[in-house]
């Protein structure tokens, strides 16, 4: 069965300061990744898929198919980046269904 | 804009009571989804449903049951109430087929069995 796995269950980071969230997956074929977020006090919603290969709000992720990765990245974070956010992988055939991380909470202080 | 709303933000509810959590989504969805949420432990499906009367077991569907009778409409049930279901409740849904990867979430349940 897949699996994703983020590492870091809690990151801080200084406002301007270059900010990673990791993110590992295990599946033996070729799976869709994504990352979502939930703001304070709203809904979960989706930030961005590997497909689109575009940046959202400043962050971008590439998948890294050798090491089974989809970091997400931002080269200088802003306080309205804290959030928690999940990475989550679908695979062709099971229907298209989500598999979430753990979430990581970021934490941008001023 | 796709609106998904449930019943409850917040629900207090007592061992052994039958509970019901009601989503609805007003975009003409197929799929729809229960997840609970809980800290240190992501995102964990609990049931879905990509059509009316259609339903799958996620990964963790001991001690619910879901009922979708209409297409906009998704209910979990907790036939018998644990404290252990504690939690935080999402709904989504999504488009069918390759789409169905974007999940509109819900503003969630906070339940707490007493």
């Known amino acids: 069965a897949q699996r994703v796995t983020q590492p870091e269950k809690l990151l801080s980071v200084f406002k301007g300061a270059p900010v990673e969230l990791k993110c590992n997956y295990s599946y033996s074929g070729s799976p869709e990744l994504f990352w979502y977020v939930q703001y304070s006090r709203q809904r979960l919603q989706l930030l961005l898929r590997?497909?689109s290969r575009e940046s959202i709000k400043g962050f971008t992720a590439d998948l890294n198919k050798g090491e089974t990765s989809f970091h997400l990245k931002k080269p200088f974070a802003q306080e309205e980046d804290s959030a928690m956010y999940y990475c989550a992988l679908s695979v062709e055939g099971s229907n298209y269904k989500l598999t979430f991380g753990k979430g990581t909470l970021l934490t941008v202080n001023p | 804009d796709v609106k998904v709303t449930q019943s409850s933000r917040y629900l207090v509810k007592r061992t052994g009571e039958k509970v019901f959590l009601e989503c609805v989504q007003d975009?003409?969805?197929?799929?729809m989804f229960w997840y609970r949420q809980d800290p240190g432990l992501g995102l964990r499906l609990i049931y879905f449903s990509y059509d009316v009367k259609m339903k799958e077991k996620g990964d963790i569907p001991e001690g619910y049951s879901v009922s979708r009778e209409k297409k906009e409409r998704f209910s979990l049930i907790l036939e018998s109430a644990s404290t252990n279901q504690t939690s935080m409740y999402l709904c989504?849904?999504?488009?069918?087929?390759?789409?169905?990867?974007?999940?509109?979430f819900g503003p969630g349940t906070r339940l707490t069995v007493l």
């Open positions: 989504a849904s999504s488009l069918p087929g390759k789409a169905a990867d974007t999940q509109y």
């Open positions: 975009m003409d969805h197929e799929n």
């Open positions: 590997h497909i």
